[in-house]
């Protein structure tokens, strides 16, 4: 039995799929169900955040992440595969009318990406002070909370409809099969298996 971690939402729609493709069979959670076993698999049926959470202490063995939050969360995991879907961006966001001035001593910034923000900004040199959001992040720029935020942009319209725009992308995201370093050790003959399979629909369909 191998347990698999996935991320309410497309993302988990999307492996679900690639499961049917690979064993020609039904993989759907049903209603609001948050475990379903179907033949040598349990699916869980997850918070995105939470994905890495129940991969690192082995309550799954595998899931499928962003490289977002495994970047963010700096994960103890084995990183098997980009799975090429949910393919996102990691930016920057300001006010349309708005410049970043990079001569200024610090910036205040709104985001749940506290480490991939203070990386960033280490990396240019600027002091950033940042603010914790847990979601709607793009509303601290309008009503002065923040200067900039650093968030997901896919297709960019929840920016753009609230008058802000990108003015600098940080990093590239795509959901990645992830294991739990044990487990990869533990059950290496299915799992190695399993992303041999994936791995060629992943390909067929680029
Ligand atoms: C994410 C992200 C942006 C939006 C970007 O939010 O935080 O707000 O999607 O997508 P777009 O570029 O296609 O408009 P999500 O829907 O995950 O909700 P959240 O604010 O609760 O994180």
Known sequence: MITVALPKGRIAEETLDIFTEIFNRKFKFEGRELIMEVGDFRFLNVRNQDVPIYVERGSADIGVVGLDVITEKRLNIVKLLDMNIGKCRVAIGIKQEDEIDWSRPNIKVATKMVNITEQYFAKKAMGVEIIKLYGSIELAPLVGLADAIVDIVETGNTMRENGLKVAENIMESSA???????????????????????NRVVESRV
């Open 176 to 198: 990645h099969l992830i294991a739990n370093k044990n487990s990869y050790y533990a059950k290496k003959d299915e799992i190695l298996s399993l992303y041999e399979k994936i």
